[in-house]
């Protein structure tokens, strides 16, 4: 059973940045894919980065390439997602979630998720 933590969300001005890590505990990140999802009220989960757990492919969806970065680091069991340039649109609570296998864009693809950060990004 792994259990998943999420934090750094807040509240920052557009332009901004923050930096959300994800903890785990039960099982390593070394043999899992891991991946952030993101939902607005009134919105569907959205897909917005993940990470594979052999080869460390990343994968990032359209609307944060060139902002956001995920990253991993094994040794510590987290998982990160570093924001920058942020928008009022990235307003959304975060979710870390973990595959066993392949780290898809769907929700459905994972195994395991947290509790979820709130990111506020004011105009």
């Known amino acids: 059973q792994v259990q998943l933590v999420e934090s750094g969300g807040g509240l920052v001005q557009a332009g901004g940045s923050l930096r959300l890590s994800c903890s785990t505990s039960?099982?390593?990140?070394?043999?899992?894919?891991a991946a952030w999802f993101r939902q607005a009220p009134g919105k569907e989960r959205e897909f917005v980065a993940t990470?594979?757990?052999?080869?460390?492919?990343?994968t990032l969806a359209d609307s944060v390439k060139g902002r956001f970065t995920i990253s991993r680091d094994n040794a510590k069991n987290e998982v990160y997602l570093q924001m920058n340039s942020l928008k009022p649109e990235d307003t959304a609570v975060y979710y870390c979630?973990?595959?066993?296998?392949?780290?898809?864009?769907?929700?459905?693809?994972?195994?395991?998720w947290g509790q979820g950060t709130q990111v506020t990004v004011s105009s």
């Open positions: 990470i594979q757990w052999f080869g460390g492919g990343t």
């Open positions: 039960g099982r390593t990140f070394s043999r899992l894919a």
């Open positions: 979630a973990a595959a066993i296998g392949y780290g898809s864009k769907f929700p459905s693809s994972y195994n395991y």
